[in-house]
């Protein structure tokens, strides 16, 4: 067997395994709800203004390449209606989940990372505790809440971009766009982008953590399960997208 | 009565086995020291003491328990009995020295904050660090670090501790220092095994010797058998006479 394909059935067998730890030792106490919290700070508040920047910058962007492409074609009133239902169903989640990946992939990889590479992680097994209570639970959980709501707000500064260029550089009003956002944004929409953003966060703290506990060879080994941590997250959330994407479209289709 | 005893430890890693067939008996209140030649697993051995490494094959009895199949959750019993002082402390870098010392009493005991506070000025006291109480390990000196890292592993009386090359790399005020306390503590009863390769240190607290080479156990001794006119492979190593490889 091959190098790579042994270290992607390592990988796989590794995540699941962490996985099936995070959610046994869930239910048992002690839960740390202060290291819970810092998490949810950590991930969700201290990554805010990179979510907005990246989000905003997003809609401009589209606002603009759609309403230079439309425009040949007298299409620019579509512009509202084009790019919220990109940004909800599609732009808003898996956007902020890549940028997240590697903020907050990298961070909870080289801090785990450290931790094992100066036994700070054997200590606190010798202390008669959990690492995976103590380390991987708060971080997955703080993921998992943290990241949705980030995606919530990429969402509104997404459109919220796009509107300003749309009034300001394409002459649409404000009003019209507001209304075509409404109308347009249904429920079912904004769902099929949202529920992907527990699978992502998920994937990105699991992954995280698992090369951070493995992480071999001193400095140099974190900083290369840094790495790989950031690309083999971006992999599964761009790779996952087209499944989930897939699966609420046939969803919809059957509701 | 033996309170660790190791019989037929086996340990491999990726294929290449680091221990064929290491047996040996620590009794209650005793001070074992672990020798023998650089990277032949000494560690290995003394981590596997605790569950931090499962044996290949073989059995690891604590207190009468063998502990070697033991699932990580159930393992959380004998780490309360058994202490690891690792050898650069390894300390919680992200908390002050008062919040490692607070760290096994507040997971394993349901004393209050003030009773917790009392206890760590005490053990602070004790081990002449009263001045690190509120600093981070990064503004300590590699000796208070591992003076730290002892005093978080007596927070709870464990009845084992296990060194790991506790004076590496210290100056002789911070290995006299540690030479102290480890008789301190053996003066307690408590029960210790002393992985070092600093050989002055280990003949002034260990009361007997285990010499690991080749996969296995080359000699044992008590520390008032050590004889110059007949040196088995121990002296010899102490010596320097040996490798022990």
């Known amino acids: 067997m091959k190098a790579a394909q042994l270290d992607f059935l390592k990988l796989f067998g590794g995540t699941t395994i962490l996985s099936k730890q995070v959610v046994s030792e869930l239910f048992r106490r002690p839960l740390y709800f202060r290291l819970i919290v810092e998490q949810i700070y950590q991930i969700g508040i201290r990554s805010l203004p990179l979510v907005i920047v990246t989000a905003g910058s997003t809609g401009m962007v589209m606002a603009l390449q759609f309403g230079l492409g439309l425009e040949k074609f007298g299409g620019k009133l579509y512009i509202p209606k084009i790019v919220s239902l990109s940004i909800v169903r599609e732009m808003g989640p898996v956007f902020t989940c890549l940028v997240l990946a590697a903020r907050i992939g990298a961070g909870i990889t080289s801090e785990i990372g450290s931790m094992t590479v100066t036994q700070q992680i054997d200590a606190i097994r010798a202390l008669g505790t959990s690492p995976i209570k103590r380390i991987v639970i708060p971080r997955v959980i703080g993921a998992l809440i943290a990241i949705p709501i980030l995606s919530i707000a990429a969402n509104f500064v997404g459109i919220l971009g796009a509107l300003l260029v749309g009034a300001n550089d394409l002459g649409l009003d404000p009003v019209f766009f507001v209304q075509k956002v409404l109308t347009t944004v249904w429920v079912p929409d904004f769902l099929a982008g949202f529920f992907k953003t527990p699978v992502f966060a998920g994937i990105i703290a699991i992954v995280g953590c698992y090369f951070g506990l493995t992480v071999k060879g001193g400095t140099k080994g974190v900083g290369s399960a840094t790495r790989q941590s950031v690309v083999t997250s971006s992999i599964c959330i761009l790779v996952g997208d087209y499944f989930l994407t897939k699966f609420f479209w046939i969803f919809e289709q059957w509701l | ?245």
């Open chain 2, 1 to 245: 009565m033996a309170i660790i005893e190791v019989k037929h430890f086996n340990k491999s890693f990726d294929g290449h086995a680091v221990h064929k067939d290491v047996s040996f008996r620590v009794e209650k209140g005793e001070c074992l020291g672990l020798v023998g030649g650089s990277g032949i697993g000494k560690s290995v051995v003394l981590r596997s003491l605790i569950g931090l490494e499962k044996p290949t094959s073989g059995e690891i009895w604590i207190e009468g328990e063998e502990i070697s199949k033991l699932k990580e959750r159930d393992l959380t019993a004998i780490r309360k009995k058994v202490a690891y002082v690792f050898q650069n402390g390894a300390l919680f870098d992200s908390m002050s020295v008062y919040d490692n010392l607070a760290y096994p009493l507040r997971e394993h005991t349901a004393f209050n904050e003030d009773e917790i506070q009392t206890r760590i000025h005490d053990q602070l006291e004790e081990f002449g660090l009263l001045e690190a109480e509120g600093k981070l390990p990064a503004e300590l000196s590699g000796g208070m670090q591992k003076r730290v890292g002892l005093a978080r592993a007596m927070m709870i009386g464990p009845k084992v501790i296990l060194y790991d090359e506790p004076t590496a790399g210290l100056d002789p005020y911070n290995t006299l220092k540690i030479r102290e306390t480890v008789l301190r503590l053996k003066k307690k009863g408590v029960t210790s095994v002393f992985v070092t390769h600093d050989m002055p240190t280990a003949i002034a607290v260990c009361d007997r010797f285990v010499m690991l080479g080749e996969g296995r156990v080359l000699d044992e001794r008590r520390a008032d058998e050590l004889s110059r006119k007949d040196p088995g492979p121990l002296e010899r190593f102490i010596t320097g006479d040996y490798g022990g490889y």
